[in-house]
């Protein structure tokens, strides 16, 4: 029961810091060091990664119209008039075969087994309160540029968002994957502020950028831990992925809300904070 309640609390934190772009690395980091789950280190890896399906799929239930590319009802441009592609949204595969394009940087990223390399290099205390540091100040310069030279985004919506664009997000989103802290959603938000696309476009996008990129790490995690779970281990998998899920619903709920009437300066002094906090506890 004790060790489910620590699942439960992992996959709140989950479900929290997942997409607020503040780092769930970071977080995670620090949740462990005082609640550590009686489990092997290779389950425990696996985990982390895993219960992310939870909040991936809030981002499915919540964003449905909009990444469904099938359907009569709310389809304005059918791919043809007549036919089963009369059933195909046009709007929605190419904003698909974006997000797929926006992936590339990524996919390269794995296949060359570089993910392996950087979480062995920079998956530690240390580098992450840095990236947590650093990317908590590009935000409040970003933001702050924004607003003292009276920036007004020239992307507002998703639909505007060239192939050029996504491919920039996501080099962006690399970031993250090369330095555990930088945040995913971090750091694809602050690329997207920079070129020019609003809060609420950067925000959505980021978050239906995360569907395969995060899908697809769970999944080869899993492959790479074998499907062998024993009952304790499925248990733990249940509830926090669960948790993560609810918990992600709420909290998607709450930032696109936010973002259109706030900026992300408060992100990035929290970010601030908390890696000064990382590397002070760390360091005692």
């Given at each position: ?152 985004p020239k992307i507002t919506d998703l639909s505007q968002i060239s192939f050029k664009v996504a491919f920039l997000i996501g080099l962006f989103q690399l970031l993250a994957a ?107």
């Amino acid at each position: 029961m004790l060790e489910l309640l620590k699942a439960f609390l992992f996959g709140i934190i989950e479900g929290i810091t997942e997409w607020l772009p503040v780092s769930s690395t970071g977080h995670m980091i620090l949740l462990n060091e005082f609640l550590t789950l009686d489990v092997s280190p290779e389950f425990w890896e696996m985990f982390l990664v895993v219960i992310q399906l939870g909040a991936i799929l809030a981002v499915v239930v919540l964003f449905w119209n909009k990444i469904w590319p099938f359907g009569k009802k709310n389809n304005p441009e059918p791919v043809k008039e007549t036919g089963f592609l009369s059933w195909c949204k046009k709007d929605v595969w190419v904003l698909w075969f974006k997000v797929i394009f926006a992936c590339l940087p990524a996919i390269i990223f794995v296949v060359l087994g570089l993910d392996d390399t950087c979480d062995a290099l920079f998956y530690n205390p240390i580098c992450v309160a840095t990236a947590l540091i650093i990317f908590g100040v590009a935000f409040i310069v970003v933001e702050l540029v924004h607003k003292k030279k009276n920036i007004e985004p020239k992307i507002t919506d998703l639909s505007q968002i060239s192939f050029k664009v996504a491919f920039l997000i996501g080099l962006f989103q690399l970031l993250a994957a090369a330095f555990p802290g930088t945040s995913r959603s971090g750091s694809t938000i602050v690329g997207a502020l920079i070129i020019g696309v609003s809060r609420t476009a950067a925000a959505e996008f980021t978050f239906i950028l995360g569907i395969p990129v995060m899908m697809g790490a769970s999944l080869l995690k899993m492959v790479k831990f074998g499907f062998n779970f024993t009952g304790n281990e499925l248990a733990l998998l249940l509830v926090g992925t669960i948790t993560a899920f609810v918990v992600s619903i709420l909290v998607i709920r709450f930032l696109m809300a936010f973002v259109k009437k706030h900026d992300f300066r408060i992100f990035g002094w929290y970010r601030i904070v908390l890696g000064i906090l990382v590397l002070v506890y760390f360091y005692l």
